[in-house]
């Protein structure tokens, strides 16, 4: 499957008009100074040569340098990666903490006027665009109310040493609690633009799987047992709704994972997001291949993670 | 648990653990969100924002401009500009050097006692050293600026080439504080060549201990010393107090630094970035639009603008008929209502442009006015030429420049006063890299363009604009293909004489020229604006866009 992504990604990125030594010399360049930089970067052979020099290097883990840094791709997003896995790690806490139990209410009282307004609010959710929802929180939360930071992942004067790359472990692990909170609030803007969408889709999700098992006939059981009503839904409907529910965590979670590219750039977070931004504003094919191919690892992994947590939840299920 | 549960748990777990072990490959290094003392905004801190972060940080393997605003503050030059013009001072060099044998030779004495950062001593060894690394292809250190290295390209591009195409011949020590240049043949722009920001003067030592390692270990004898460098996101220096500028007036390019700190942070996202300035993150922010003006001082910061060096003009192809006719290039340029283009699009951001570089730059030619937005004379024009319902295309960039605030605006406003002349002109764009290779191998009738000067030389608006060395099949600088021989030959002793009053003479001329042959309507001379926050005093908005922040000082609290 890899190959096959990286297949159409080769030929795509360089179906794209524009010349990447052109953008990478600018404006100001000479036909000669082209020529060089084309031929540095081995764009002068014929395409079919560059895609097996670059299968030869990818199978030996080696990506290619990259045009907007001039480091080895993989460098480049091991280095990015751990600040996009703290942000989607946040952003899903906020996407299911919020969104599972709002999508419980709203099917335990399908129809009612709760339930409406969260319909409407998920409605709202999935189809907001996120750089107008980040501008709208920048814009409050911070230039108004100046009660969050931005932009980055630290406010000046706070620094912590790479240990795993996640901002609120290396300050723990380093016990610099200010940088801890700090990073914490700074986490908070772009947790919350990131997290609408992903919100939204679980709300709907799980109410509408929550809906149909509420009708089973083991909740009827349950509830005819005389059980109360909290632990009938929680102990014996969410669980069984649940499968769907982890299903779309799952693929949301490795969809942002693979980097959030507006929310990155807006916020300037320096992650795989941001450096996919770089890479396809500038042409930067190594990089546009080296962001495509980890996303589609990553996807792979996820879904495997989520398939061997079906065994856990649904007993029935058997590998 | 049971065995089953217990290998259910561990093979999730498993692949929980395979994608979280890749972050423990983000080891080594620190997150920082910039440096400062220890918690909270430091007020000595200088945190000057932009829209790009560098790519190298070796000044003379790379064009780009956010790279070199970087080494400027690192790297001193023999010469520098002066602070907000482009007159050339001296700076490593002790005093500007008179030309001799009719500019074939420059002997340059230099400064005495100035130290590099890491303690090597500046001397003529160590010009020798950086002008021959440039210079000569087989020298062991022409090699360095990671891998997206421009492979010294300003070099060639100010000084012709390398080894036998150098203009530069040969550089020697004279004694320990003289350098004598020769020269091939005399080079009108030489003393501004030198002292543009990509010639700073490394330390020999550095580059010997490691050239390849270079780009991201800058070490230059400027007014601030290399900290570190956060890939994506921020640059960090530290006051260099042993400079040498420090005793140096203000008005000669010294004094300071007077921050102890500085950090330069890329906030792609221009309206983030200008939040971030409001929001008080910021010290200064570039790449403000005109629209980000008002709001900017609204908020009770300040606005100061860069003196232009910059043009921005609608070029029309002078390959492509009608254009090929110069009354159809004057119609065209008649029916525009240009002042109320500029006015709208540019406000406080622009000057209309008269001729065809900006005034900052000498030998400007201020007897030259525009023609006056005539749509009757413009029809006429157009009748006596034959084409009185013309039909073309008006290409525009889709992309903000900092010569073009908004592109597709301007386009559109042209359109409506290209159509009551008569000529209907479809508006036309594409992505940016492709706009420029396709205007760059003469794809369009007529094409919004710009340009941002690298010294303030003359030569390096109308030669490099205008000159029909330029109207390049591919890669073309010149994209109105304008080629006219007697233009071709006043440029040329632009360039090579180094008489001053022969230089007037043959600039002024060929605007004349130009202006009677109307290859693009000039549009205007932009003045980038920048924002501060209050208490930042002493920015000297310089035109070349590269400003060194040694005279910047923070007053009381950010």
């Given at each position: 499957?890899?190959?096959g992504?990286?297949?159409?990604?080769?030929?795509?990125?360089?179906a794209?008009?524009?010349?990447?030594?052109?953008l990478l010399?600018g404006?100001?360049?000479?036909?000669?100074?082209?020529?060089?930089?084309?031929e540095?970067?081995?764009?002068?052979k014929p395409?079919?040569?560059?895609y097996?020099?670059?299968?030869?290097?990818?199978a030996r883990?080696?990506?290619?340098d990259?045009?907007?840094?001039?480091?080895?791709v993989t460098t480049?997003l091991?280095?990015?990666?751990?600040?996009?896995?703290?942000?989607?790690?946040?952003?899903?806490l906020?996407?299911?903490?919020?969104?599972?139990?709002v999508g419980?209410?709203?099917?335990?009282?399908?129809y009612s006027?709760?339930?409406k307004?969260?319909?409407?609010?998920?409605?709202?959710?999935?189809s907001?665009?996120?750089?107008?929802?980040?501008?709208?929180l920048?814009?409050?939360f911070f230039?108004?109310l100046g009660?969050?930071?931005?932009?980055?992942?630290?406010?000046?004067?706070?620094a912590?040493?790479?240990?795993?790359?996640?901002?609120?472990?290396?300050s723990?692990?380093?016990?610099?609690?200010?940088?801890?909170?700090?990073?914490?609030?700074?986490?908070i803007?772009p947790?919350i633009a990131?997290?609408?969408?992903?919100?939204?889709?679980?709300?709907?999700?799980?109410?509408?799987?929550?809906?149909e098992?509420m009708g089973?006939?083991y909740v009827?059981?349950?509830?005819?047992?005389g059980?109360v009503?909290?632990r009938?839904v929680?102990k014996h409907?969410l669980?069984?709704?649940m499968?769907p529910?982890?299903?779309?965590i799952?693929l949301?979670t490795?969809?942002?994972?693979?980097g959030?590219i507006?929310?990155?750039?807006?916020?300037s977070?320096?992650?795989?997001?941001?450096?996919?931004?770089?890479?396809?504003?500038?042409?930067?094919y190594?990089?546009?291949q080296?962001?495509v191919l980890?996303?589609a690892?990553?996807?792979v992994l996820?879904?495997?993670f989520v398939d061997?947590l079906?065994a856990?939840l649904?007993?029935?299920?058997?590998? | 648990?049971?065995?089953?549960q217990?290998?259910?748990?561990?093979?999730?777990g498993?692949?929980?653990?395979?994608?979280?072990?890749?972050a423990g490959c983000g080891?080594?290094?620190t997150i920082?969100?910039?440096?400062g003392?220890?918690?909270?905004?430091?007020?000595?801190?200088?945190?000057?924002?932009?829209g790009?972060d560098?790519?190298?940080?070796?000044?003379?393997?790379?064009t780009?401009?956010?790279s070199l605003r970087?080494?400027?503050?690192?790297?001193?030059?023999?010469l520098?500009f002066?602070?907000?013009?482009?007159?050339?001072?001296?700076a490593?060099?002790?005093?500007?050097?008179k030309?001799?044998d009719?500019?074939?030779?420059y002997t340059?004495?230099?400064?005495?006692?100035?130290?590099?950062?890491?303690?090597?001593?500046?001397n003529a060894?160590a010009?020798?050293f950086?002008?021959?690394?440039?210079?000569l292809e087989?020298?062991?250190?022409?090699?360095?600026?990671?891998?997206?290295s421009?492979?010294?390209?300003y070099?060639?591009?100010?000084?012709?080439?390398?080894?036998?195409d150098?203009?530069?011949?040969?550089?020697?020590?004279?004694?320990?504080?003289?350098?004598?240049?020769?020269l091939?043949?005399?080079?009108?722009?030489f003393?501004?060549?030198?002292a543009?920001?990509?010639?700073?003067i490394?330390?020999?030592?550095?580059?010997?201990n490691?050239?390849e390692?270079?780009?991201q270990?800058?070490?230059g004898s400027g007014?601030f010393?290399f900290?570190?460098?956060n890939?994506?996101s921020?640059v960090?220096?530290?006051?260099?107090?042993?400079w040498?500028?420090?005793?140096?007036?203000?008005?000669?390019?010294g004094g300071?630094?007077?921050?102890?700190?500085?950090?330069i942070?890329?906030?792609?996202?221009?309206?983030?970035r200008?939040?971030?300035?409001?929001?008080?993150?910021l010290?200064a922010?570039?790449g403000l639009?005109?629209?980000?003006?008002?709001?900017?001082?609204?908020?009770?910061?300040?606005?100061e603008?860069r003196?232009?060096?910059?043009?921005?003009?609608?070029?029309?192809n002078?390959e492509?008929?009608?254009f090929?006719n110069?009354?159809v290039?004057r119609?065209?340029?008649?029916?525009?209502d240009?002042?109320?283009?500029?006015?709208?699009?540019?406000?406080?951001?622009?000057e209309?442009a008269t001729?065809?570089?900006p005034?900052t730059?000498p030998?400007?030619?201020d007897?030259?006015?525009r023609?006056?937005f005539d749509?009757d004379a413009a029809?006429?024009?157009?009748?006596?030429?034959?084409?009185e319902?013309?039909?073309?295309?008006l290409?525009y960039?889709?992309?903000?420049?900092?010569y073009m605030?908004d592109?597709?605006g301007?386009?559109?406003a042209m359109q409506q006063?290209?159509?009551?002349?008569?000529?209907?002109?479809k508006?036309?764009?594409?992505?940016?890299?492709?706009?420029?290779q396709e205007?760059?191998?003469?794809?369009?009738?007529m094409?919004?363009?710009?340009?941002?000067?690298?010294n303030?030389?003359?030569?390096n608006?109308?030669?490099?604009l205008?000159?029909s060395?330029?109207?390049?099949?591919?890669?073309a600088?010149n994209?109105?293909?304008?080629?006219n021989p007697e233009?071709?030959?006043?440029?040329?002793?632009g360039?090579?004489?180094?008489?001053?009053?022969?230089?007037?003479?043959?600039?002024m001329?060929?605007q004349?020229?130009?202006?009677e042959?109307?290859?693009?309507?000039p549009?205007?001379?932009?003045?980038?604006?920048l924002?501060?926050?209050?208490?930042?005093?002493?920015?000297q908005?310089?035109p070349?866009g590269?400003?060194?922040?040694?005279?910047?000082?923070?007053?009381?609290?950010?």
């Amino acid at each position: 499957m890899l190959i096959g992504v990286s297949l159409v990604v080769f030929f795509m990125v360089r179906a794209i008009p524009g010349d990447p030594a052109q953008l990478l010399l600018g404006q100001q360049a000479t036909q000669e100074q082209v020529a060089q930089v084309r031929e540095n970067m081995g764009l002068d052979k014929p395409v079919v040569v560059q895609y097996g020099l670059f299968l030869i290097d990818a199978a030996r883990g080696d990506l290619g340098d990259s045009i907007v840094t001039g480091r080895p791709v993989t460098t480049e997003l091991f280095a990015r990666f751990p600040a996009t896995l703290e942000l989607t790690l946040f952003a899903m806490l906020v996407a299911v903490f919020v969104g599972v139990p709002v999508g419980v209410i709203s099917a335990v009282k399908p129809y009612s006027r709760l339930d409406k307004v969260t319909s409407v609010l998920a409605l709202t959710g999935i189809s907001m665009p996120i750089f107008w929802l980040a501008m709208i929180l920048i814009v409050v939360f911070f230039v108004t109310l100046g009660i969050l930071p931005f932009p980055g992942r630290l406010s000046i004067g706070y620094a912590v040493p790479s240990i795993t790359g996640l901002v609120l472990v290396d300050s723990l692990l380093t016990l610099n609690f200010a940088a801890f909170w700090d990073g914490f609030l700074h986490l908070i803007m772009p947790a919350i633009a990131l997290g609408t969408f992903p919100m939204a889709v679980i709300t709907r999700m799980t109410r509408s799987s929550m809906l149909e098992v509420m009708g089973e006939d083991y909740v009827r059981t349950a509830r005819a047992k005389g059980l109360v009503p909290w632990r009938v839904v929680f102990k014996h409907a969410l669980r069984n709704a649940m499968l769907p529910t982890v299903t779309v965590i799952g693929l949301q979670t490795g969809i942002l994972m693979g980097g959030a590219i507006i929310t990155e750039t807006i916020f300037s977070w320096p992650g795989v997001g941001q450096f996919a931004y770089d890479s396809i504003s500038r042409r930067d094919y190594a990089g546009i291949q080296g962001v495509v191919l980890y996303g589609a690892s990553l996807f792979v992994l996820v879904n495997l993670f989520v398939d061997l947590l079906y065994a856990v939840l649904d007993p029935r299920v058997r590998y | 648990m049971n065995r089953r549960q217990f290998l259910r748990l561990s093979g999730a777990g498993f692949a929980g653990a395979a994608l979280l072990g890749a972050a423990g490959c983000g080891g080594g290094g620190t997150i920082s969100g910039g440096q400062g003392g220890g918690g909270g905004g430091n007020v000595n801190t200088f945190v000057f924002g932009r829209g790009a972060d560098s790519v190298t940080l070796d000044p003379i393997n790379t064009t780009d401009g956010e790279s070199l605003r970087v080494t400027r503050q690192i790297f001193d030059g023999l010469l520098d500009f002066a602070p907000e013009s482009t007159d050339v001072i001296p700076a490593l060099a002790a005093e500007i050097p008179k030309p001799e044998d009719g500019g074939r030779l420059y002997t340059f004495t230099l400064r005495e006692g100035v130290t590099f950062h890491d303690g090597a001593p500046f001397n003529a060894e160590a010009v020798v050293f950086n002008f021959d690394r440039w210079r000569l292809e087989d020298n062991e250190f022409h090699t360095g600026g990671g891998g997206q290295s421009e492979n010294f390209a300003y070099y060639v591009g100010q000084f012709g080439g390398f080894d036998g195409d150098s203009i530069i011949e040969a550089v020697e020590a004279v004694d320990e504080y003289t350098v004598r240049f020769s020269l091939k043949q005399p080079q009108g722009p030489f003393l501004k060549n030198v002292a543009m920001s990509p010639f700073g003067i490394a330390s020999p030592k550095a580059i010997q201990n490691n050239v390849e390692g270079f780009w991201q270990n800058p070490v230059g004898s400027g007014p601030f010393t290399f900290v570190s460098w956060n890939r994506g996101s921020t640059v960090e220096l530290e006051a260099n107090d042993e400079w040498w500028g420090a005793d140096v007036p203000a008005s000669e390019g010294g004094g300071g630094p007077e921050v102890s700190k500085v950090t330069i942070r890329a906030i792609p996202d221009n309206t983030a970035r200008v939040a971030a300035l409001v929001g008080g993150e910021l010290s200064a922010a570039d790449g403000l639009t005109p629209d980000d003006v008002k709001p900017v001082e609204q908020a009770g910061l300040k606005v100061e603008y860069r003196p232009p060096l910059t043009i921005g003009y609608l070029a029309m192809n002078n390959e492509k008929a009608p254009f090929d006719n110069p009354d159809v290039r004057r119609a065209i340029y008649q029916a525009i209502d240009m002042d109320a283009i500029v006015e709208a699009f540019f406000g406080n951001t622009g000057e209309i442009a008269t001729t065809y570089m900006p005034p900052t730059v000498p030998f400007f030619n201020d007897q030259i006015e525009r023609f006056p937005f005539d749509p009757d004379a413009a029809r006429q024009l157009l009748a006596d030429a034959g084409e009185e319902n013309l039909q073309t295309e008006l290409w525009y960039m889709p992309i903000p420049r900092p010569y073009m605030p908004d592109g597709k605006g301007i386009a559109q406003a042209m359109q409506q006063d290209l159509k009551e002349v008569g000529v209907t002109a479809k508006l036309v764009t594409r992505e940016w890299g492709t706009y420029l290779q396709e205007t760059g191998e003469g794809a369009h009738p007529m094409a919004l363009l710009g340009w941002t000067g690298d010294n303030g030389d003359p030569d390096n608006f109308l030669n490099v604009l205008l000159g029909s060395a330029s109207a390049t099949p591919t890669d073309a600088l010149n994209i109105a293909y304008y080629k006219n021989p007697e233009v071709d030959k006043l440029l040329q002793q632009g360039q090579s004489t180094i008489v001053e009053s022969e230089r007037e003479q043959a600039y002024m001329e060929a605007q004349e020229l130009l202006v009677e042959d109307t290859p693009w309507v000039p549009i205007a001379y932009a003045k980038p604006p920048l924002g501060f926050q209050k208490n930042v005093q002493g920015y000297q908005a310089s035109p070349t866009g590269g400003e060194a922040f040694n005279t910047v000082t923070l007053s009381g609290g950010a």
